[in-house]
């Protein structure tokens, strides 16, 4: 509906470049505390990190999962895109991959900034999927700060998955799902904030050989 979508930077022009997304389904809000909390955090030297509050402004406005278009947008994304429902079903993929003015932006800027991580807030199966190499250890790390356990998530239909597809797509670059739980309090949004700065200097004095690995 026209609403623009903002991206706020922070830290170290030219350092490893991190972006976190605080909300996808507009009804999952929870995430919007961490990154409030994280305007607010100095950043490390050398971490370049974008935050964005909600890629999905409509849907957070209505308080629902899709877009204004009723497109679940976390199955609207290019990679391994598939038909699903129609709108008015709750995982509605859109009439075409990328067919949502959200999912085009997000794409563009990630393809600008080409992050090396990426982190999607979304809730409330409180996991944290597993991962292997240097994202399996973040993961870990992540869990390990925050108390969120490590599990693997099954059962659904997960096609056109934004972090699926920045992994896939950007270049030499990771991202995960971080699955809050059905409520967060600044007391633990400032944990996650944290745990997001802690990983972020994980990637930042990782050796070169072990990214993208």
């Known amino acids: 509906m026209g609403t623009p979508i903002e991206a706020i930077r922070l830290g170290t022009k030219g350092g490893v470049v991190v972006v976190v997304v605080g909300v996808i389904?507009?009804?999952?809000?929870?995430?919007l505390?961490?990154?409030?909390?994280?305007?607010?955090?100095?950043?490390?030297k050398g971490i370049d990190l974008w935050v964005i509050p909600t890629m999905n402004p409509d849907g957070t406005a209505l308080d629902q999962r899709g877009n204004a278009n009723q497109v679940d947008l976390n199955r609207n994304f290019?990679?391994?895109w598939k038909k699903m429902g129609k709108p008015g079903y709750w995982q509605f993929a859109g009439k075409s991959k990328a067919s949502e003015p959200e999912t085009k932006a997000v794409v563009a800027?990630?393809?600008?900034?080409?992050?090396?991580?990426?982190?999607?807030?979304?809730q409330d199966l409180n996991i944290i999927s597993?991962?292997?190499?240097?994202?399996?250890?973040m993961r870990s790390t992540y869990s390990r700060l925050t108390g969120i356990p490590i599990k693997r998530i099954t059962g659904g239909t997960y096609t056109g998955v934004a972090a699926t597809w920045q992994r896939?797509?950007?270049?030499?670059g990771m991202a995960f799902v971080v699955e809050l739980g059905e409520t967060l309090g600044l007391a633990q949004a400032q944990v996650?904030?944290?745990a997001v700065i802690n990983i972020s200097m994980l990637l930042r004095d990782a050796p070169s050989s072990k990214l993208g690995k």
């Open 33 to 44: 505390l961490i990154t409030d909390t994280l305007q607010g955090l100095e950043v490390p």
């Open 192 to 194: 996650h904030a944290h």
């Open 78 to 80: 290019p990679y391994n």
């Open 25 to 31: 389904h507009g009804n999952e809000a929870a995430g």
């Open 130 to 137: 597993p991962g292997k190499g240097l994202e399996g250890k």
């Open 109 to 122: 800027f990630m393809r600008e900034i080409k992050p090396a991580l990426g982190i999607w807030y979304h």
């Open 168 to 172: 896939r797509s950007v270049k030499d």
